[in-house]
């Protein structure tokens, strides 16, 4: 989210100032994913302790190119940025370097809970296990460095992608309040309830078709000319690309817009939620 | 370079897998351009001492993450591949964790000589005085580690575009020495040959007719269903990609060919140079 560029806090969490940002966000994933397919599975990369003789450890090569990425990454503030979540434990990160800008208060961050939901163990789980085979061939042609590289930009940009959930939930809530307040009062709260009221299946579908042509028009082939080989898109899958979205991306989605709508008024007083609700 | 696939070295120095490599890079390039290209200028990235309080140096901004990033790539053994060149002078640069690989012997590398031509220095200056603002609005968002990491990954991809020219000038040395050695034993060495000698105008035009169509399809505008407005390429600069090529990526690519050239029979013994010349 660009924020830093001196707009209001209504402005940033208008809905088509959000999905702008989703949107362009799908281009960035999309290049990344045909960038990561122009190399082989090379599974070695995910294997804990296939590197163990020269690493010293079990851990997996991909999970030492996240975290030496993010620990760069956290000391130019990257994680100080309320849409940037980190893979590795924030207690595990080096301190910004640089100052931390001044963010406007976007989101509802109760002091008790976590600083903010994070699914990107789950993330890293389905990228590794359904993404990369769906997109590559199952061979090894011994581009770890470069294929691990690839795999941290596309984790970072879906990372963002699912976490922006949080914003729409925030966006969603702030325009109507009390929709949203009995649901998230119930004992336990009502999560199918809440995510009704967050879930548009039209704007769903009409995702998913808009994916299905930006990979058509992103991976095609192209002649000696440059001229679009029409119907070819044989650098990236196109159906692997829905269907990331579709089996993950979404439902993860929800999960984190869901789960910031349970916590939505922890330590909000009372009085505040009766003005919400009208009963003040 | 997939130069660990098992190929040979007559098959990964042909001339069309050299021109297939180059090809794919084109698309990395422009992808990389394009997601640079969504940030401003923010040109305090590139101004040294603009971060001095925080960083306790005049070091521009870019230089750090170039420096961090390559820092780390050394580690994963980047640059013990051929066809890598780091901008941070190698001797900063950590030693490799991971086991150097065997890569067959592509290049002629004399012992005397540098480890091989670098031409980074240039690369790094034309980027941030001509290929920046060409493509960015000049602006300051905030967005300065969004932006450095994309330049970076530009940088990456034109440092390898370019310096893929020893491979190129190796491979048509290869395929007729005698054209070539009057010219490289001449003293001083005619530079002006050797580069007709490697210099085919029509593959050149192609080449950039290609990148425009490229650049087009890759920077069009879509709609919401994802269908591309036909003339629109709002997100990059078509002509700023094409003078990219033209003004700087071909002819530092003809200066890292001739380079290559010139020291190609460097410590080769005499009697190898006249089994070529035909005079042995």
Known sequence: MNLTTGASVPELLALDNIRTQLIRLEDTIIFSLIERAQFARNKRIYEAG???????????????????????????????????????????LPTPV???????????VPAASHPSVNVNDSILDFYV????????????????????????????????????????????????PADFIPHILANPPNKDALAALITKPAVEARLLARLA???????????????????????????????????????????????????RLDEVPQSQIDEWMGTA
Chains 1, 2 share one sequence.
């Not at 079990?58 to 979540?85: C, G, M, V």
């Not at 640089?98 to 509802?108: G, K, T, W």
């Not at 795999?151 to 966006?171: C, K, N, P, T, Y």
């Open 98 to 108: 640089l100052v931390p800008m001044d963010f406007p208060p976007l989101l509802h």
């Open 50 to 92: 296939a590197f163990e003789a020269e690493m010293g450890s079990q851990e997996p090569l991909l999970n030492w190119f996240i975290r030496e990425t993010e620990s760069f990454h956290a000391k130019a503030r990257r994680y100080t940025s309320p849409d940037e979540h980190p893979f590795t434990p924030r207690e595990l």
């Open 129 to 176: 296990r359904h993404i990369v085979p769906g997109i590559t061939k199952d061979k090894d042609d011994g581009n770890y460095g470069s294929s691990a590289t690839r795999d941290v930009e596309v984790l970072q940009a879906l990372s963002r992608r699912i976490h922006f959930g949080m914003f729409v939930s925030e966006s969603k809530f702030q325009s109507a």
């Open 213 to 263: 042509n930006k990979a058509k028009v992103y991976g095609c082939e192209m002649d000696a000319d440059g001229h679009v080989i029409e119907d070819t898109a044989t650098r990236i899958d196109i159906k692997a690309v829905v269907a990331l979205y579709h089996d993950w991306v979404i439902p993860l989605t929800k999960e984190v817009e869901v789960d910031y709508l349970v916590h």
